[in-house]
Each structure stands twice: as C-alpha cells, then as structure tokens.
C-alpha cells in the first residue's frame, strides 16, 4: 500500500483521555445497551495488582465515566447477554472474578454464581481429615505429606501452608482453619457467550465459562445452572480465550484458545474438546470470523495466522511490531469483516482476510481494543492503551475500503474460467447460421461491396475536391482560399508541410492564369523554410480584365466547363517538373446592378 | 426541475415559499426543532426518529417555510446533498451534550460546506446548539469553536443555544434566519 494511499485516515479522532488511568487486559471491556434506549455504553474494569486496592468496574456514557464500582476481587473477563425476552430489553452484564461470576442488570448486581470447586486429591482429603479428628499435629510431618503430593493439585490452603517460612506460622495457620475441610477453588479463566435459538441483535444467550482446571461451563441465561458441561481437551489444557458459533438448541462449535498452545474445538453433545491446531509459539489472542468461521490467531512471534474451522492454515503473514491484541471490526453496512491487529508503540493495522487494508495510531500500545456502537454513533473503536490512555476513534461514514491492490495478487489458481452458459440466445443463432448459411454469406458479400463503393466514391469526391491538394511523396499538402466578389479577388494559399520531421526549402510557386482574364499582383513566390508539422500562408491580389471582347473572343481559353481558372504549381528549385499542381477555379464576378 | 421544485409543485405550495433544509446528526433534535416552528394544530407530540425524510410546512413573517427535516442515521446521510440546490437556507441542528460525536459533526459539516451546490452559495446557515438542557452539554462558544465556524467567511452564520423541547433559543436563531432569507430574496427581486 503507498503511503499517499494512507494519509487521509478514515477514522476521526473523537476523544483521547491520556489521564484516565485504567488498567485492563483483552476481554475485559464490552459495548453494551447498558439501559435497554440504545444508548451503547462503554462496560470496562481497572484492574488493581496490589492487595490493597479493589479492582474497579467501569462504565462510560460516550466519552465521560458515568459508574464506577469497586469488586469483590480481580476480574478476569467481561461479557453482556440478553438473558430473557422481557421488554424492555436490558442486557445482564457477567463479570468473573477468581470463581465466581457477578451478574448485573441496569448496572446493579443481581446474582452470583460459582463455579463448581474441584474435588481434593486422596491424599489431600486423607491428611486434613485425620486432622480434623486429632486436633493435635506436628508442623514438620503435615510438611513432609504435603510434599509427597504435585503442588499444582493441592488446595490453595495447602498451597499456602507450603509456602510460610516459620513452624510458628504455620501452626497458627492451621489451628485456624484445623476445624474444615479445604476445598480446590476452580478459577474462571476466560468466558464468552453463545446465542441460544436464534441469530440476531436481541437474541437471548447462554454464557459459556472457561476454568484453571480446563473445564468449559455452558450456563442457562435464567437461572445460571450448567446446561452443559466438557472438558477442553484429552491433555492437560487450559482455556484463555473462548470463541463460539452456531446455536446451543441447534449445533455449535466452541473454539478455544489453551495457554499449552492448543487450539480446541468442542461441539453439541461432547463431553471433551478435541484438540484442532497447535502452535509451537505462544497464542497473545484469537478471534473467529463470521461467516467462514476462519480462525484468526496472534501469536508471541509477530506472527498472524488463519485456519479454517477444520484446522487447515490458510495463511500467515508477520507483524512489523509484536502484537498485543486483536479485535474484529464487522462493518455491517458494506457486509465485511476485518480485524484490528493492535501492537507495541501503538500502531494498530486492519487486515481484511490476509491483506493489510487500513492503519491507525493509540498514543501507546494497546492493552484492549473494542469495536462497536458508542451512543449513537455505529463504528466507534475505543482502544485502551497500557499508559492508561482510552481512546475513542469514529469510522468515517465516507471510508471506503474496496482496494484497487486487491485484484492484483493472485488468490485461488487453478480454477477454470468462468465461462458463461450457453444462453438460448446463443444456441438459436448457431441453429440459424447452419440452416440458411448461403443467405448469410452472400448477404455479407453485398454489404463488403457497398462498403467498398462507398469508400471509392469518397476517395473520387476528396480528390476532385479543390481545397486540398496533397503529394504523399514530397509530404505536403497545398489549399487555397478565394475572397472577394469581383472583380477584385485575394487568393490566399496555404502549404502545409504534413512530414512531422523533415523540414521543407528550396520550394516556389507560380501562378498561371489567362492575361486576358485575370492580372496578378505576383506570379512567382519563393517558399521560405517550412519547420515540420506547420504551414505557411501567401497570397495574391487577382484582378479581373473586365473587356467585352475579352470574355467573347477566348471561350477557347475557359476550361470545358466554362469557368475561369488559375493554376498553381509547387516547384523545387531548379527541378523541372513541379512537384505539385492545382486548379483554382475562380467564381464568376457578381455585377452589381 | 429539481427534486425540491417538484416536491414543492406537487405540494401545490405557492411562489412565496422559502426552503430550508433542516440537517444534523441522528438524534441531535431536528424534528422536535421542526416540530416547534408549527402552528400549535399541527405539532404531534409523539417524535419518532425520521426514516429517509418529512417535509414540514409553517409560516413566519410572511414567509412560508417548506422545511425538509432530513434523517441524520449514517445511512441516510447521503441523502442531504440532494436538496442543497434548491434551498434558501440551512438549519444545522446539532446535540450539544454529544460530545464523542462532535468530529462527526465537523466532518458531515465540512463536506456540506465543500459541496459544490453548497460552497458558491451564500446561503444563511442557523446552527442550533440543541439540547442545552443536558448537564453535560458544551456551550454554544465551545461548539463554535470545535466545528470551526469563524472560517466560514463567504457565508451568513449564527449560532444558538438551544432547548427543542421547551423552545427555549428557537425563537430568536429562525428570527435571524428568516432576516437573511428576506434580505437575500430582495436583492434578487
Ligand atoms: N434534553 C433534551 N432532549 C431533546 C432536545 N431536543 C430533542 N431532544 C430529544 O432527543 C431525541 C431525538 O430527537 P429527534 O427530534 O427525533 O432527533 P432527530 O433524529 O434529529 O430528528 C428525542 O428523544 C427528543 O425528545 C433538547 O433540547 N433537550
Ligand atoms: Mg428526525
């Protein structure tokens, strides 16, 4: 793409807050119907890393934060769904911290659900339970047990007792807890939702919940009990993006994105996801086309690739930064998909399929981008960068994204020419040219000679035309021009040198007329330089002998027609044959009475 | 005959009409601004966003105002620059309070401006700074300012605070435009 091509943008600059200070990863901020008027809302948390200050929800109207309420612990991702058919439509807002999910609605919570925990390994439960009994202990054996069992399947109260320093401490920490048993709190990682009968705007969805322990939760959008539940994958995976397609009632593909570098497909009715693609390098983020269902994937390596739902990779192209987001951008209004590749320094590219198509520019690199309706407005992407930054960017109503570049490279070889059908119209003529094939020819041989004649006769009428007289050979071309009434005429010549590089020299001309007729001011002109491609002007004054006699005695002089005449010839010098002559024949004078 | 001329001769509207074409974004208040120039027999009190357009027909020293009220959706836009050519004047109408959209505002205005029918014309053009109500609502300097309207030299602006629902601001933007219309007619005449 030139740059010329680039330099007026095709998205406005709306707002910038470089002071907003928000703090956020992929999936955590939505565009939502917030109030159920249409007015699209911006829902986003900040999140906190320190243990001392709660993590935030955000909610910004247009391009002023309107809600801010702090939650319970640190969010991971952010959904919206319409949950029933109840008007007016208000969407419930899904927010998952550790492992549990937050519903609101008109920006109140509602409902909180939790996800299953884990069941203890054996040994686990075994040692907390003959605690529980005995009450009694020693620091140093519960240690030595707890050791014996992977650190990654323990309880986070057991996890936590293993990293305390002092014996001390950790006699108090279990003498506090001594009297429960653990439980293995199964955190949510990621989540998503899936439109449940029907294809639209308002349709009601189901949310889907993706767990530490690679379980996948299909949620009821009423009551938040399990439709249906699956394990990602046969192998240890576990899921941090979820995209899906297609209907829960009907058929579905849940596609999910695991940290191990797989790519999984879980469809209707199974109980394990299988795994679809895996990637050697680190996955940064995924989105799912509409439509084809193509499966576009960022990874650590700077590297952009699209699998079809099958799996099979389609392309790949290399990011000139690394990528830290990527976000669709649907563009109902010309029917087109693209995705906004967000990278370090805050340049963001729009690839459509696998061409680059359009740019812009965060004030830093993006941490999140959204795409979507803002207020009233339809395209809007509000990007917020790790300075904190939020943006808001307007896709121009006049953007035009039909690339010329497009059709030069060359997309599927191979397939045969589109050649269009016989049509009827076609069979009917070629019936008619084998039946009455005679008629046809000798009607076409009529019509090539009247076409010939045609183009004699005009060669006949220019060459007995007066006006302009041409020799080929010596290129030029020599009209003449008669003014005036009479008795008085000028005749105005003009040679035209037609040879567009040689020069014409050493040409004269002479007038030749009857002296009983006509007298003329000069009857020999030298020619000056003729410069190639230009013409050069000369005239004569006539004057008519206006005696009785004359005109009675010399009829043998008129020219068969009975016309007066001058002659003009062209001569180079001293070449005795002209290389060129004409005829004028002069108009008769009109007597005025 | 333009679009407008037929609309207008098939109205059966006389000669001493005056157009005005009322443009702005979606939602701005371009049909409660219309709604409020009517005689009181004729306002509705029910507005729903305009699809396509509506022409609307009232009266004001003498004049007598066709006022198309133009659809300010994205996809409607389009529409505008077909009734440029035949009109006396422009109401701009825009939502003050929405202030994510006010570089739509700049870039839709810039475009009309730059229009051919538009940019030899010297056209009145009344900016209503609608909405002045709302509590997050710029002021109508601070929009003159962000749309950039001290460039437009070639031609008569003016620019009004303004509330549709109330009719606070509308009297007095119509009273300027309705001068510029007359004056103008008068110098043709
Ligand atoms: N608060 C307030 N609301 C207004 C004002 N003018 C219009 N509205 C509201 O804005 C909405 C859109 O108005 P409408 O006339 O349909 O806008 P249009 O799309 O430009 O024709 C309606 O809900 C109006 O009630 C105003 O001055 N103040
Ligand atoms: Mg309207």
Redesign the pocket.
């Given at each position: 793409m030139s740059r010329s091509e680039l330099s007026v943008s095709r998205w406005l600059e709306a707002h910038t807050d470089r002071g907003a200070g928000l703090t956020t990863l992929p999936r955590n901020a939505i565009l939502t119907d917030i109030v159920g008027n249409g007015d699209y809302h911006l829902v986003i948390t900040d999140l906190k890393l320190d243990n001392d200050t709660k993590s935030r929800l955000k909610v910004y109207k247009g391009t002023l934060m309107t809600h801010d309420q702090a939650l319970s612990n640190t969010p991971n991702s952010v959904i919206s769904f319409y949950a029933d058919l109840n008007e007016p439509r208000i969407p419930v807002v899904g927010v998952a911290c550790g492992s549990e999910l937050f519903l609101y609605k008109n920006l109140k919570p509602f409902y909180k659900c939790k996800v299953p925990s884990c069941p203890l390994s054996e040994q686990e439960s075994e040692l907390w339970k003959t605690l529980m009994e005995k009450q009694d202990f020693n620091s140093e054996d519960i240690i030595k047990e707890l050791k014996k069992i992977p650190f990654s399947l323990l309880s986070s109260r057991s996890q936590h007792i293993l990293n305390l320093e002092s014996p001390l401490k950790i006699e108090e920490y279990i003498r506090k807890y001594i009297n429960s048993m653990p439980t293995k709190e199964n955190v949510i990682t990621c989540m998503s939702t899936i439109e449940k009968t029907t294809h639209d705007k308002y349709s009601v969805n189901c949310p889907i919940i993706g767990t530490e322990f690679g379980n996948i939760y299909i949620l009821d959008p009423q009551n938040f009990s399990i439709l249906h539940q699956a394990n990602t994958c046969n192998v240890k995976a576990t899921p941090f993006i979820i995209e899906c397609s297609g209907l829960y009632d009907i058929e579905f593909r849940i596609i999910v994105a695991c940290r191990e570098g797989y790519i999984c497909i879980l469809r209707k009715g199974w109980l394990e996801g299988k795994s679809l693609i895996q990637i050697t390098n680190d996955i940064v983020d995924m989105v799912l086309i509409p439509g084809d269902n193509f499966i576009t994937v960022a990874t650590a390596d700077k590297g952009l690739h699209c699998y079809t739902k099958r799996g099979q990779k389609l392309w790949s192209a290399t990011t000139t930064n690394s990528i830290t987001c990527l976000c669709l951008v649907p563009l109902d209004h010309i029917n087109m998909y693209m995705v906004a590749v967000g990278m370090k320094n805050g340049l963001i590219h729009l690839y459509h399929g696998r061409h680059l198509t359009d740019f812009t520019v965060a004030p830093d690199t993006p941490s999140v981008i959204v795409f979507g309706p803002v207020g009233q407005e339809e395209n809007v992407m509000v990007i917020v960068t790790m300075g904190g930054t939020i943006s808001f960017k307007i896709l121009k109503r006049t953007a035009d994204f039909s690339n010329r570049n497009h059709e030069s490279v060359p997309v599927l070889q191979g397939k045969p020419l589109p050649l269009p059908k016989r049509s009827k119209l076609f069979l009917e003529q070629s019936l008619r040219e084998r039946q009455s094939a005679v008629e046809i020819h000798q009607t076409f041989q009529q019509d090539l000679l009247r076409l010939r004649l045609t183009t004699a006769r005009a060669l006949v009428q220019n060459l007995s035309d007066q006006s302009g007289v041409g020799n080929e050979k010596e290129n030029i071309k020599l009209s003449a021009q008669v003014l005036g009434l009479g008795p008085k005429f000028t005749v105005i010549l003009t040679l035209e040198n037609i040879n567009p590089n040689k020069v014409l020299t050493g040409l004269s001309v002479t007038f030749h007329s009857n002296p009983i007729f006509y007298t003329l001011t000069t009857y020999i002109i030298t020619v000056p330089l003729i410069p190639p491609s230009l013409s050069y002007k000369m005239e004569t004054r006539v004057q008519e002998t206006m005696s009785e006699t004359s005109s009675e005695t010399s009829v043998a002089e008129l020219e068969p027609a009975g016309v007066k005449v001058i002659r003009v010839f062209v001569t180079r010098y001293d070449h005795p044959r002209p290389i060129l002559a004409a005829t004028i024949n002069m108009p008769p004078t009109e007597f005025m009475v | 005959m333009g679009l407008f001329q037929k609309l207008v001769s098939f109205l059966g509207v006389g000669r001493k009409e005056v157009n005005v074409l009322?443009v702005?974004?979606?939602?701005?208040?371009?049909?409660?601004?219309?709604?409020n120039f009517k005689s009181d027999d004729d306002k509705v009190t029910d507005?729903?966003?305009?699809v396509g357009f509506s022409v609307e027909r009232f009266q004001k020293q003498n004049l007598a105002f066709t006022a198309f009220?133009m659809?300010?959706?994205g996809r409607y836009r389009d529409l505008w620059e077909h009734y440029y050519k035949d009109c006396h004047g422009i109401i701009f109408?825009i939502?003050s309070?929405d202030r994510l959209r006010l570089v739509v505002v700049k870039e839709e205005l810039d475009l009309l401006l730059q229009h051919p029918d538009i940019c030899q014309k010297k056209i009145p053009i009344l900016f209503f700074a609608?909405?002045?109500?709302?509590k997050e609502?710029l002021s109508s300097v601070k929009i003159a300012a962000a749309l950039g309207l001290d460039k437009i030299m070639d031609k008569p602006w003016h620019i009004s605070a303004?509330?549709?629902?109330?009719g606070?601001g509308l009297q007095e933007g119509v009273e300027w435009l309705t001068q510029q219309i007359r004056e103008l007619l008068s110098v043709k005449n």
């Open positions: - | 009322v702005g974004l979606n939602n701005s208040g371009k049909s409660t601004v219309v709604n507005i729903v966003p305009t009220d659809s300010g959706h109408v939502d309070s609608n909405k002045m109500d709302c609502a303004s509330n549709a629902l109330t606070e």
